[in-house]
């Protein structure tokens, strides 16, 4: 049994069927998420009104890879967890126990975030059924005290396909989808706050380099050459790549050179 009052995240092991504390909290801090600002502010009022016990919203962070969206989830915890917050990591294989593990913590006073990150699913995967019902509920209402905050690259969810198309109609111009686009579109919309996270730009991808050698004593320009040369290397301009650079060249005696 997990005492939430000094476990402030932990993530679910299917094989061991329990729930494993977090030790290791990753620091991320919502200063160091650079170039998300609207998305960042929607996120952190969503979570407030959420702790404040008021109406909140399940959260889809969806678009392009390493744009800071799964690191804004784990910023909020780090941010709020002395207010109350914890964080539940399930990965989507393990979407089938959601129930069972929704039923452990409904009646804790800590206000919990499912977290799932890169969350997908393929045609004829059927683990978005359960949660659908946690999203919204069946015939027992869902918990106040918890909120699904999830990651995608895919805005649906579920692949979308032209076929899918066939069967919409436009009737008074009003348009009609097929059962195929309902379904998958039905999915997301049971998210209330669904942000869009894009490619950075190259200035924005510098900004984040600076962040991490904020005490880089050579040429700074040198620097984001060398940067943007590992950046079109690895072929994406984006904090992942920055916090890669940083993790490659930070005390290289080729970088102090530089």
């Known amino acids: 049994m997990i ?6 995240a932990a993530i679910w092991r299917q094989r061991q069927a ?7 909290i990753d620091p991320i801090r919502l200063d160091q998420l650079l170039g998300i600002e609207p998305q960042k502010q929607q996120m952190i009022d969503n979570t407030l009104r959420f702790l404040a016990g008021l109406p909140a919203n399940n959260a889809l962070l969806w678009g392009a890879r390493g744009t800071g969206k799964s690191s804004l989830v784990k910023a909020l915890l780090n ?9 539940i990591e399930v990965d989507k294989q393990d979407l089938l126990y959601l129930p069972e593990i ?22 004829g995967d059927a683990l978005y059924k359960p949660l659908k019902s946690v999203l919204e509920g069946s015939i027992e209402l869902p918990p106040e005290n918890v909120l699904f905050y999830a990651t995608s690259n895919r805005r649906h969810l579920l692949p979308e396909h032209m076929r899918d198309n066939l069967d919409t109609l436009l009737v008074d111009n009003e348009v009609h989808y097929s059962d195929t686009i309902e379904e998958k579109i039905s999915l997301s919309d049971r998210f209330g706050l669904r942000l869009a996270f894009y490619p950075q730009h190259t200035q924005t991808y510098l900004d984040i380099v600076d962040s ?11 620097l984001h050459k060398a940067a ?7 072929a994406a301009k984006n904090g992942r790549t920055a916090k890669q650079f940083f993790n490659a060249f930070s005390n290289d005696e080729h970088t102090e050179q530089l």
């Open 79 to 87: 941010e709020y967890l002395h207010e109350g917050l914890r964080v």
């Open 3 to 8: 005492d939430w009052n000094h476990t402030y």
């Open 228 to 234: 943007l040369d590992f950046a079109h290397q690895n």
């Open 102 to 123: 929704v039923d452990d913590i409904r009646e804790h006073n800590q206000r919990f975030i499912i977290y799932c990150d890169d969350l997908s699913f393929e045609n």
């Open 212 to 222: 991490y050698f904020v005490d880089y004593p050579g040429n700074r320009e040198a």
């Open 18 to 24: 329990f729930l494993r504390p977090v030790r290791q």
